[in-house]
């Protein structure tokens, strides 16, 4: 199984729709992070957590939210989906220590909003 | 802000051949980390090499190595005896090795590997 698990991995809905996606991580790592992909661009910071009482927000988090639900759980939310979100979406981990400990990436959700 | 630079959107090679990726980087920053990640058609995100700024030592991991000019704010990727598996695109990273963690990335190059 994969240490990261992203759910789903498409997703195709409606402009205005509420849409979840989840991720879960068996590492024990306690840096979770949502990363958003467009073509032709590297990865945007979304929102990140180093903890369950500790999420912030990246560059481009308006129109987002999240939830740590758990040390293994944090779940991106679109609250009302436009077109402009279409995007592929990134979620990994880190480990605490040091800061050349590396992200490590679940296998992407593709989002395509109509 | 940091700003991390991929001036080759696309480059190709031979199979077996040698092929360096440039990126560059800019920072007010005196302990940081670089990273290079692959991201092949399979759309994972692959930790490919990964360079602390404190150590003047290149990183190598197998037929990856990298050349890290501090000075420069330059850090190359190269991939010798290239493989078709190697297709992919790459991404060079830069994170801040202060209290956020967080990763710049680059617009990435696109990197085809011919037989």
């Known amino acids: 199984d994969a240490d990261v698990t992203q759910t789903p991995r498409n997703r195709i809905t409606k402009t205005g729709k509420r849409i979840m996606l989840e991720c879960s991580q068996t590492?024990?790592?306690?840096?979770m992070y949502w990363y958003r992909q467009d073509p032709g661009l590297g990865l945007q910071l979304i929102y990140y957590?180093?903890?369950?009482?500790?999420?912030n927000k990246g560059e481009i988090s308006d129109g987002y939210s999240v939830s740590r639900q758990a040390q293994a759980k944090f779940s991106l939310s679109l609250e009302s989906a436009i077109p402009n979100q279409t995007a592929l979406y990134f979620c990994?981990?880190?480990?605490?220590?040091?800061?050349?400990?590396?992200?490590?990436f679940g296998d992407g959700t593709r989002l395509s909003i109509l | 802000a940091q700003t991390v630079t991929q001036s080759q959107p696309e480059m190709s090679v031979q199979e077996a051949e040698t092929v360096t990726l440039s990126c560059t980087y800019d920072t007010s920053e005196s302990n940081y980390y670089l990273f290079w990640y692959k991201q092949p058609p399979s759309r994972q995100m692959i930790l490919v090499i990964r360079?602390?700024?404190?150590?003047?030592q290149n990183a190598t991991e197998n037929r990856f190595s990298v050349n890290f000019q501090k000075a420069a704010k330059s850090f190359s990727l190269k991939i010798s005896d290239s493989q078709l598996g190697d297709t992919a695109m790459y991404f060079c990273?830069?994170?801040?090795?202060?209290?956020?963690?967080?990763?710049?990335f680059g617009k990435g190059t696109l990197l085809t590997v011919n037989p």
């Open positions: 590492k024990g790592h306690d840096r």
């Open positions: 957590s180093f903890d369950v009482k500790d999420i």
């Open positions: 990273a830069f994170m801040n090795g202060g209290s956020n963690y967080k990763l710049t």
């Open positions: 360079q602390e700024a404190y150590k003047q």
């Open positions: 990994a981990t880190s480990d605490r220590g040091s800061g050349n400990q590396p992200q490590h």
